[in-house]
C-alpha cells in the first residue's frame, strides 16, 4: 500500500508555524479566508480526505477506488506534486452506510483535511454538513444534491431527480430492443433514480415498461415468467448480480432469451472468464467513461500509472479503481488553478472556472464545471460481453450521446424521490 504521508523533517517547524496561522479546528468555524492557507495546506503539503465504504455491503464493487487515488496523487508527487506540495491522504469507511457516511466526513473535519474525495451510495447524509463548512467536494454523484451545492464536483454524473437522457432509450431502440422488464432495489436513492430515469428513457424512445420490479425478487421461476409472460424483450437492471444473470439464465432456458439486458453493474474485470460471465455472454454494460477496451492514449497512460504506482490492485481496469483515478485527477486540476497558499474558497472558485474537463481523454464528454448547475451527463459508453465471456467489447466507434428529456422526477419501477429544490 502507498503511503502518503511521507514529511520531511526539515519542514517539522515550518508546518507547525503555518498548522497555527491556519486554524487547528474545523469545528470553530475558522474563515479560511483570513488566513494565508487553508487547514489541511502547509508549505509543502496538502492533506485531502478520503471517504468510501471499504466495508459494508456491496463493499466489493467500491474495492479499487483508494488504489486509483493513490496511484494518481503517487504520479503527481512524483512530478513534484502540484504548486511544489506533495499530496497526502486520510481515508475513512463508511461502511456503505448513511449514518457511517455521515460519521467519517465529521472524523475527516477534525483531522482539518482540505478537501473530501468521495465515492459511495450514501453521500446524502455528509452533504449538507460539508456544504456548511464550504469544504471542496469531488467525486462520483449518487445523489442529486452533487447537482445542487457549489462546493461539489462530480466528475460524472448519470443520475438526477428532474432531468434524465434519451441516451439509454436511444441504445436499447439501436439493438432492437421493443418492450422492456425494468428491475431494479430501492437499497439507495441512487438506484431509485436510476430507474426512474431508465424509465423515462425507455419511455421517449418509444419503449414501453411493461413489468416493473422494485423487491428484487425475478429470480425466481414465478416472477421470470411474469416477465416472460408481458412480452417483454428487454431486461434493464440495476438488482444485485445474482438475480440479474439468474433473470437472463432462466429467460433463455425458457426459450425467450431477451434481445437486450443491461446492467450497469457488470463492468467488471473480476466478472470475467467466469461461469457467471459466460452466462451473461452477449449482455451490455453502460460505463460512465470512455471503456478501457477502446485504447486510447488516455486508457494507455492510465494503466502505465497504474502498473508503476498501484500494482497491488489486480486487474487494474475495474470500474472503481478509473472512478478513484479520474477524481483525484479532477481534485489536481483544481489546485493546478491556484496561485500561492489555497484557501477553500479559491479553490472552489478556480474549479468553478474550468469549462473543458475530460480526465485527459477518459470522459466520455467534457464536463463544464463553470455552468450554473451541472446537468445529467449526456453520453454514455456501452460495452458488451464477449460470447466466450472472456472479454468486454466496445459497441460502436464512440460512446453515444443523447439529448436531455426534462421533466420534475416521477414514480418510475414502482418507487418515487422528492425532487430537491435547486
Known amino acids: 500500500m502507498l503511503v502518503f504521508r511521507t514529511r520531511l523533517l526539515a519542514a517539522a517547524l515550518v508546518t507547525a508555524a503555518l498548522a497555527a496561522a491556519c486554524g487547528s479546528s474545523e469545528s470553530s468555524g475558522v474563515d479560511a479566508a483570513a488566513s494565508p492557507c487553508a487547514p489541511g495546506v502547509t508549505e509543502d503539503e496538502v492533506n ?14 467500491f474495492t479499487g477506488y483508494r488504489f486509483g487515488v493513490e496511484a494518481r496523487f503517487a504520479e503527481a508527487n512524483a512530478a513534484g506534486g502540484v504548486g511544489g506540495r506533495q499530496i497526502s491522504t486520510i481515508w475513512r469507511d463508511d461502511e456503505f452506510d448513511s449514518a457511517g457516511n455521515l460519521q467519517a466526513a465529521r472524523e475527516l473535519l477534525r483531522e482539518n483535511v482540505f478537501a473530501v474525495l468521495e465515492y459511495t451510495a ?66 439507495t436513492e441512487s ?21 416493473a420490479d422494485t423487491n428484487a425478487t425475478v429470480s425466481s421461476p414465478e416472477a421470470v415468467q411474469r416477465i416472460v409472460g408481458s412480452g417483454a424483450d428487454t431486461l434493464i437492471s440495476l438488482a444485485s448480480l445474482d438475480l440479474y444473470s439468474g433473470a437472463v439464465t432462466a429467460a433463455a432456458a425458457a426459450n425467450r432469451p431477451f434481445k437486450v439486458a443491461l446492467s450497469p453493474i457488470t463492468y467488471d474485470a473480476h466478472l470475467l472468464n467466469t461461469p457467471i460471465a459466460r452466462a ?31 500494482p497491488e490492485i489486480q486487474p487494474p481496469t475495474q470500474l472503481s479503481s478509473i472512478y478513484g483515478y479520474i477524481t483525484a485527477d479532477l481534485f489536481l486540476r483544481g489546485l493546478q488553478a491556484q ?84
Open 48 to 61: 485531502v480526505g478520503i471517504v468510501y465504504p471499504d466495508t459494508g455491503v456491496l463493499s466489493a464493487q
Open 122 to 187: 450514501h453521500s446524502e447524509q455528509s452533504t449538507p454538513l460539508l456544504h456548511d463548512k464550504g469544504i471542496p467536494v469531488v467525486g462520483v454523484a449518487d445523489q442529486a444534491a452533487w447537482a445542487d451545492n457549489d462546493n461539489m464536483f462530480p466528475l460524472a454524473y448519470q443520475v438526477d431527480d428532474t432531468d434524465a437522457t434519451s441516451t439509454l432509450g436511444d441504445f436499447v431502440r439501436a439493438q432492437g430492443g421493443t418492450r422492456a422488464a425494468l428491475i431494479t432495489t430501492t437499497i
Open 191 to 211: 438506484s431509485v433514480m436510476y430507474a426512474q430515469n431508465a424509465r423515462r428513457s425507455l419511455e421517449a424512445a418509444g419503449i414501453p415498461v411493461v413489468f
Open 280 to 310: 451473461l455472454a452477449g449482455t451490455y454494460s453502460t460505463v460512465g467513461f470512455s471503456a478501457i477496451e477502446r485504447n486510447l492514449p488516455a486508457h494507455r497512460a492510465y494503466l502505465a500509472a497504474m502498473t508503476t504506482y498501484a
Open 339 to 422: 496561485q500561492g497558499c489555497p484557501t477553500r474558497e479559491s479553490y472552489i472558485r478556480g474549479l468553478r472556472g474550468v469549462a473543458d474537463y475530460d480526465a485527459g481523454g477518459l470522459l466520455n464528454q467534457p464536463v463544464d464545471l463553470s455552468a450554473g448547475k451541472r446537468t445529467v451527463d449526456l453520453c454514455t459508453d456501452f460495452v458488451r460481453v464477449s460470447a466466450a465471456g472472456n472479454a468486454f467489447e466496445p459497441v460502436g466507434a464512440k460512446p453515444l450521446c443523447g439529448q436531455v428529456i426534462s421533466g420534475a422526477a416521477q414514480e418510475g419501477a414502482g418507487a418515487s424521490v422528492p425532487a430537491r429544490g435547486r
